[in-house]
């Protein structure tokens, strides 16, 4: 494996602005100083990794000034500096300069970067390689251009992974297809109970909490993220074995949920299929097919007489409006103390999450752990029309579920010259 280390924030504890002028080359670094900063566990990863025959570099968007003498005198590895984050350029540049790594490039399994920002997430997504995101230290300042201290900006990109500690960046790379978020992992054939650990709401009487098990991502990323199979559950067509696939993805989480024994969930439910739906009952039969303890029961209804959808409203408070309107919680079930778990297969807007959230907790509901198997991250594109040199955006066929560039045309609102290159798909 190569592994593309950012410095600061993921080797050395340095994102403080007293560094900045170090970084930025115009004070000399004070290696002594900064070799205080390394992250604990730091030092020995390297060793780990290096005695594995891994290699590492160092991907900095600092000075020369401060990234040379750093990875030299501290690290002894090798580095690109003013890497000019989150554009790929100098990184391909960089790539493409040492045979090495050139070679490796041709598989983009063999890469991964490491690091505690949104940019790093960016340029692992641009380069189509794995990301682990990084959260090392503590932050108390918002940095607006790294994103630092805001946690939505980088889970929003869509990282493959999380690591608390260089003891789990260790833990990927040497099982990367078991670490995988659950469902990205059953579609490689590999058991994971991981998930995005979305948000975490505090009440007076519980939480309200958001688990996600795959991204569906829009335009370019890593091979991992399953945009395809999410198109997938619209198609009337979908197999069994697909809807099972799905199903077994949330027992893999739930049982992880289910062994933690500080509270004992009491219902397992999902958001339920309007009767428009196409292809009817697409949530049930998934949600049929979950293997779980906990007691299964259909807590939401939508009104029969339910007119247009969810997706054509123009804005959250819109949806919020329409779910609160058509979707009501059954009134059969006593739900006062109770823990409830509600899967859905999308999380975007967050407003059904929030409607439901709230329906809950008023029939006096205390714990709410919202699953969701697809959530949906940032559009990113970098690739130049041949024919007119606009930016293309990488869209995907709904029914087959390739992918394609498309330079798109003002028939479809967009500025472009109607230009379409297909895209090979790795899945
Ligand atoms: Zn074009």
Same mark, same amino acid.
């Given at each position: 494996m190569i592994i593309f280390l950012d410095l600061d924030g993921t080797l050395t504890n340095t994102t403080h602005p007293y560094f900045k002028k170090m970084k930025d080359g115009i004070d000399t670094t004070d290696v &002594?100083? @900064?070799?205080?900063?390394?992250?604990p566990g730091a030092l020995n990863f390297i060793k780990e990794? @290096?005695?594995?025959? =891994?290699?590492?570099?160092?991907?900095s968007d600092s000075h020369p000034r401060y990234v040379e003498p750093i990875s030299k005198?501290?690290? =002894?590895?090798?580095?690109?500096?003013?890497?000019?984050?989150p554009n790929d350029k100098k990184t391909r540049n960089f790539i493409n300069s040492n045979p090495e790594l050139s070679t490796a490039f041709q598989n983009k399994d063999n890469f991964i970067f490491v690091g505690d920002s949104w940019l790093d997430v960016v340029l692992g997504r641009l380069l189509n390689i794995r990301t682990v995101l990084t959260k090392f230290y503590k932050t108390y300042v918002k940095e @607006?251009?790294?994103?630092?201290?805001?946690?939505?900006?980088?889970?929003?990109e869509g990282p493959t992974y999380y690591a608390k500690d260089f003891q789990e960046v260790s833990n990927i790379i040497a099982n990367p297809l078991k670490n995988l978020l659950a469902l990205e992992a059953v579609f490689q054939g590999v058991e994971s109970s991981k998930a995005v650990k979305f948000k975490f709401q505090k009440h007076s009487t519980g939480f309200t909490a958001f688990r996600c098990l795959a991204r569906q991502e829009d335009g370019e990323c890593d091979k991992y993220a399953r945009a395809d199979q999410y198109f997938q559950i619209d198609n009337p067509n979908? &197999?069994?074995?697909?809807?099972?696939?799905?199903?077994?993805?949330? &027992?893999?989480?739930? +049982?992880?949920?289910?062994? +933690?024994?500080?509270? +004992?969930?009491?219902y397992?439910?999902?958001?339920?299929?309007?009767? !428009? !739906? !196409?292809?009817p009952q697409k949530m049930e039969q998934i949600?049929?097919? @979950?293997?779980?303890?906990? &007691?299964k029961v259909k807590l939401f209804h939508w009104d029969l007489n339910v007119e247009g959808s969810l997706r054509h409203q123009p804005n959250y408070k819109a949806r919020r409006e329409f779910i609160a309107k058509y979707l009501s919680t059954d009134s059969s079930y006593d739900l006062n103390n109770k823990n409830i778990i509600v899967i859905d297969d999308q999380f975007t807007s967050s407003a059904t999450a929030y409607e439901?959230? !709230? +329906?809950?907790r008023s029939r006096g509901a205390k714990n709410i752990l919202f699953v969701a198997l697809f959530y949906l991250i940032l559009p990113l594109s970098n690739k130049i029309c041949p024919n007119c040199g606009k930016k293309m955006q990488i869209k995907i066929n709904r029914k087959k579920g390739n992918k394609f560039y498309s330079c798109t045309p003002p028939k479809y609102r967009g500025e472009g010259c109607g230009n379409i290159i297909n895209i090979y798909n790795e899945h």
């Open positions: &002594s100083l @900064i070799r205080k900063y390394v992250f990794q @290096i005695s594995k025959n =891994n290699k590492i570099y160092i991907v005198q501290i690290f =002894n590895l090798p580095f690109l500096s003013l890497a000019d984050k @607006i251009r790294d994103g630092i201290g805001d946690d939505w900006k980088p889970m929003k979908r &197999s069994i074995d697909f809807l099972e696939k799905l199903a077994l993805s949330v &027992s893999n989480y739930l +049982q992880k949920v289910e062994a +933690q024994d500080n509270f +004992q969930w009491d397992l439910s999902y958001v339920s299929d309007k009767k !428009t !739906t !196409t292809p949600f049929k097919l @979950i293997t779980s303890n906990i &007691s439901i959230a !709230t +329906q809950l």
